[in-house]
């Protein structure tokens, strides 16, 4: 399809995509960097210990999952209200259908946002996985991962630290996916970019308080992204939780968009 | 070959009347003027026929199709309305280019033909954030015209151009017309519009209210 390669090339090729990354990419950096200045030398640590995703020595992976859904937004989400607001929507809007630019536009912005939140947690990962061993780290020992039985990929985290953090990028990448859609969802009603890119990161920091999780599962987003898991999850209600999001914003779209008038 | 049949477009945005029981018909070989006071409408019915509004009632039928009924937008439409809109990080011709790349069959000789046409250089590296205005219109026509589309319209075209520009830029759409295409063109220059239209329509509050043939 001819305006989601357009849409895709201008995403990846956007100044805010690179902002993004390089945002992403220094937190993760610093945090290994960190790490490895404090316990690099003692050979005890392993890769658990070190990813950021389960690392919970130091501030850097709170604040990566609370910037998780302006890294998701911040790339491509303010696009659509760019474009209306200079116009450059009716230079496409008479060479495709409002349908398709809205897909286009969606995929576009759901991919970018996959990218920035996965590239840093998955480079972070990499340098981290070739630093320290990928052993399961001792349930008593400070500093180790709280990942009881009752978490999601117990078994995983226990066996296969390496595919419990792979598996926990995608999902992450996934849900800054549907984050960032929000930015799509709401472009018609709000009054500037910066609304457009910061209203998801409000409204999934306002939720989350209210769904705080308890023993009985959670419900909240920032808690269920964060690898840590220091809240249980139950699959069903992340794969609901997920569904939700992509089902509102997708209908949002849809209605908003179809007899749109280009103005 | 290309005919436009508008037939009783009416349409309300926010309980003001934009365009009221509007009829009237283009075909190709032909440049019609739009000519009215600024609100009058002519732009909303420019956007009506490009398909980027869609009328509450009647409709607008293209070589025999409807539009938003038997398809979303006109098969090969160039258009310039109000001010022109371009990405700001890239040079004139890769904004072209992106456009391009929408439609099918046109080549970047047809892109640097379009950007000499209206006197831009194609191979300009400046970016379009630092275009000036006269410039940026420029584009904004090239855009319009390139790959020769068509249908063909343009919103006071001439706006911020010099007086050696805006005899390139008529000497360009009589051109286009004489390969039998159709050019609708709004301008608040009732000599310019004269110079250039062979039909000139003049509408009033959303309404047709004279057809003169020039």
Known sequence: MKVLRLELYRAFHSRTFLISLLIGLSICILDLVTFCIRFGGSGSKVLLQAWIGTDYQFAYNEMFYVLLPVLACLPYGGSLYTDMKSGYDRNICIKTSRIKYAFAKSAAVFISAFASVSLPLGLNMFIASGLFPANTPERLEFM????????????????????????FIIIDGLFAGVIALTSLSISKAVRSHFT?????????????????????????????????????????????????ILGI????IWITSRKRAVI | MSEIVV??????????????????????????????????????????????????????VINGKTLHKDMSFPDSIGILIENPAFLPQYTGFKNLKLLASLSSGISDEDIRTALERVGLDPDDKRTYRKYSLGMKQKLGIANAIMGE?????LDEPINALDEETVQMIKDVLLGIRDND???????????????????????????VIDRKEI
């Not at chain 1, 180790?144 to 598996?167: K, Q």
């Not at chain 2, 009347?17 to 283009?26: C, E, G, K, M, P």
């Not at chain 2, 709004?186 to 959303?206: M, Q, T």
Request: charged share 20%; with cysteine.
């Open chain 1, 196 to 244: 457009a890119v910061v209203t998801p990161m409000v409204f999934v920091v306002i939720l989350s308080m209210i769904l705080l999780g308890d023993e009985f599962g959670n419900w909240s987003v920032m808690d269920m992204l964060n690898p840590r898991q220091y809240v249980t999850t139950i699959w069903y209600q992340m794969l609901t939780v997920f569904l939700v």
């Open chain 1, 144 to 167: 180790s991962i709280r990942v009881l039985d009752r978490n999601l990929f117990a078994v995983t985290n226990s066996e296969h630290p390496v595919l419990y953090c792979l598996i």
């Open chain 2, 181 to 207: 295409k159709l050019i609708i063109i709004a301008c608040h220059d009732r000599e310019e519009l004269e110079y250039l239209s062979d039909v000139i329509y003049e509408i009033k509050d959303g309404s």
């Open chain 2, 149 to 153: 589309p068509d249908i063909i319209i």
């Open chain 1, 249 to 252: 914003n997708a209908l949002v």
């Open chain 2, 7 to 60: 037939k009783n477009v009416s349409k309300k945005i926010k309980d003001a009347v934009i365009l009221n029981d509007i009829s009237v018909s283009f075909s190709s070989g032909r440049i019609y003027g739009l000519k009215g006071k600024n609100g009058s409408g002519k732009t909303m019915l420019m956007r009506t026929v490009a398909g980027l509004l869609i009328p509450d009632s009647g409709s607008v």
